[in-house]
C-alpha cells in the first residue's frame, strides 16, 4: 500500500485547511485509515481515523468538533477538513492506513502550519 498526502499549508489561527490522502496498491486490504501528527519537539499523536466498512469515525479531544475526516472507498482517499484552526495544529501530519492482514502503511508527512 501506498500513501501520499497533498493540502498542507500555512493558514491563519481560525482559518481552514483540508488534507487529503490517496492510497494505491493493495487497497483492498486497508481496514482503516487516519491521520496522526508531530509537532516539533513533540511526540506523534493520534488526530482522527475512519474504518472502510461501516464509516466509524474516531477523534483526539484536541481536535473534536474542529476537525472532519472522511472516506472515498471507491477512491481509496481519506480526507482530513480542519477548521477553526489553532497554532497548537502546527505539525507534520502522516497518513496511515491499518491492514489486519498485511500491517501499518505510512504516507511521507505534509506540513500544516497555523499562525497568530
Known amino acids: 500500500v501506498y500513501l501520499v498526502e497533498s493540502g498542507g499549508g500555512l493558514v491563519q489561527a481560525g482559518g481552514s485547511l483540508r488534507l487529503s490522502c490517496a492510497a494505491s496498491?493493495?487497497?483492498?486490504?486497508?481496514?482503516?485509515m487516519g491521520w496522526y501528527r508531530q509537532a516539533p519537539g513533540k511526540q506523534r499523536e493520534f488526530v482522527a481515523s475512519i474504518t472502510s466498512g461501516g464509516g466509524r469515525t474516531n477523534y483526539a479531544d484536541s481536535v473534536k468538533g474542529r476537525f472532519a475526516i472522511s472516506r472515498d472507498n471507491a477512491k481509496n482517499t481519506t480526507a482530513l477538513q480542519m477548521n477553526s484552526q489553532k497554532p497548537e495544529d502546527t505539525a507534520v501530519y502522516s497518513c496511515?492506513?491499518?491492514?489486519?492482514?498485511?500491517?501499518?502503511?505510512w504516507g511521507q508527512g505534509t506540513q500544516v502550519t497555523v499562525s497568530s
Open positions: 496511515y492506513a491499518a491492514s489486519y492482514q498485511k500491517g501499518l502503511y
Open positions: 496498491g493493495s487497497t483492498s486490504s486497508i481496514n482503516v
